[in-house]
Nanobody, 120 residues
Framework: VQLQASGGGLVQAGGSLRLSCAAS????????IGWFRQAPGKEREFVADINWSGGSRDYADSVKGRFTISRDNAKNTVYLQMNSLKSEDTAVYYCAAGPYTRMKSTYRYWGRGTLVTVSS
């Protein structure tokens, strides 16, 4: 399974961005997809995930109410809509495929990250 994250960039505080994670390869549609982020000097942390059907979603408390995860299985793509961005959202964002869980150690496949920078 290969994952390609895109959509990062520079945005002002209060603005919005939409990240995309395009999955390919055998069985890619059967995995949950998680978004994680890593800020400079910090550990990679869970942001949100969505199960294979899109019927279950989970969010970190820090992004709940501001971020929305969704998936289009016809396009093998998962989206992370990020609204009301804050400077503390600045990080490299990664998508990963695996079981539906917050635990990053359980995710088997990882894409390269996309940088999100929020200016205050």
């Amino acid at each position: 399974v290969q994952l390609q994250a895109s959509g990062g960039g520079l945005v002002q505080a209060g603005g919005s961005l939409r990240l995309s994670c395009a999955a390919s390869g055998r069985g890619s549609g059967s995995y949950a997809i998680g978004w994680f982020r890593q800020a400079p000097g910090k550990e990679r942390e869970f942001v949100a995930d969505i199960n294979w059907s899109g019927g279950s979603r989970d969010y970190a408390d820090s992004v709940k109410g501001r971020f929305t995860i969704s998936r289009d299985n016809a396009k093998n793509t998962v989206y992370l809509q990020m609204n009301s961005l804050k400077s503390e959202d600045t990080a490299v964002y990664y998508c990963a495929a695996g079981p539906y869980t917050r635990m990053k150690s359980t995710y088997r496949y990882w894409g390269r990250g996309t940088l999100v920078t929020v200016s205050s």
